[in-house]
């Protein structure tokens, strides 16, 4: 899962892109809301952290202006303060949920799968299709019972197929989705990515469709 971290404080910026990239996250990071607005309006992802407190536009400002934008991204307000105010403007300008610093990584991480969860209609941490069942929280999947060994990245497609199943998920919003700003995935390496996770998920009574033209389908058999 992609995730735009808007944080105009370095230190902390680094901390949290470094906790949520070992909990499986891909994150970029800005330190202003006006490139934000523009990252958000062509890039795909699945998430944004914001500050209210930023340099220029406030938090509260760019998310008035991606909802009056159409971009519908879940929005989770990080921030110092932790007046009744600030929250119910937050939340009633369009954000999503909203967390005050200083927190705990496993409750923003927690928070993070569910307001994922929430926009892809699945209000379970745990995934099944076929044989294979993915635990969300702990990143664990198996087959038939056993264990899956799957990469990262393989991971991630498995379950974005997962949570829209019976729909499709558009390639390049998958590639998108995996990569990061350093490290781009292309749609060449998704078809590579999906080729291996075809091979490993034989035998689970679920399929890998391609969709020409559009991308990809998770079928049972």
Not at 118 to 135: C, K, M, N
Not at 140 to 154: C, F, S
Request: charge should be negative; aromatic fraction near 4%.
């Amino acid at each position: 899962m992609r995730i735009l971290l808007v944080e105009d404080d370095t230190l902390l910026a680094d901390s949290i892109r470094e906790g949520l990239e070992k909990g499986g996250f891909a994150v970029d990071h800005l330190n202003a809301a006006e490139p934000a607005v523009s990252a958000l309006g062509l890039t795909h992802y699945d998430l944004a952290i914001v500050d209210i407190g930023l340099p220029g536009m406030s938090g509260l400002d760019l998310i008035r202006l991606l909802r009056q934008r159409n971009i519908l991204v879940p929005v989770l307000i990080l921030t110092a303060r932790d007046g009744l105010d600030d929250r119910i403007s937050g939340l009633d300008l369009g954000a999503d949920d909203y967390m005050v610093k200083p927190f705990q990584l496993p409750e923003l991480q927690a928070r993070l799968r569910a307001l994922i969860r929430r926009s892809r209609s699945s209000a379970s941490s745990e995934l099944t299709a076929g044989a294979i069942r993915l635990d969300l929280a702990r990143r664990v999947a198996t087959t038939n019972g056993e264990d899956l060994d799957l990469t990262g990245r393989e991971w991630e497609i498995l379950q974005q197929l997962m949570l829209a199943m019976p729909n499709v998920v558009n390639k390049q919003k998958m590639a998108e989705s995996l990569s990061e700003w350093e490290n781009e995935i292309t749609a060449n390496a998704v078809e590579i990515y999906v080729s291996r996770l075809r091979h490993k998920i034989q035998g689970s009574g679920i399929e890998i469709r391609t969709i020409r033209g559009i991308g990809y389908r998770l079928d049972e058999r």
